[in-house]
């Protein structure tokens, strides 16, 4: 999860901050990667973010989906 957690990170795009993490647990011993981000709604896209960022190589290695669990424009 720490390679995950480091290959996130590493995404770079202007108006685009990382913030806390955490593994929340989902069942019979796997857990999810939980990340707090904030963006600028006009500059950045979550779905050109969500499709050019994390189904790249390395990244998708360990990415099986990605849920937005709470939006808030600025």
Do not use: H
Not at 14 to 36: D, N, T
Not at 57 to 72: L, R, T
């Amino acid at each position: 999860m720490k390679k995950l957690e480091e290959a996130v990170r590493s995404i770079q795009m202007e108006e685009l901050f990382w913030g806390a993490s955490k593994l929340v647990p989902v069942g019979y011993g796997i857990k999810k990667l939980q990340i707090m981000c904030t963006i600028v709604d006009d500059l950045v896209s979550v779905d050109t973010m969500i499709e050019e960022q994390l189904t790249v190589e390395p990244i998708n290695e360990f990415v099986q989906s990605c849920d937005i669990v709470a939006f808030n424009k600025i």
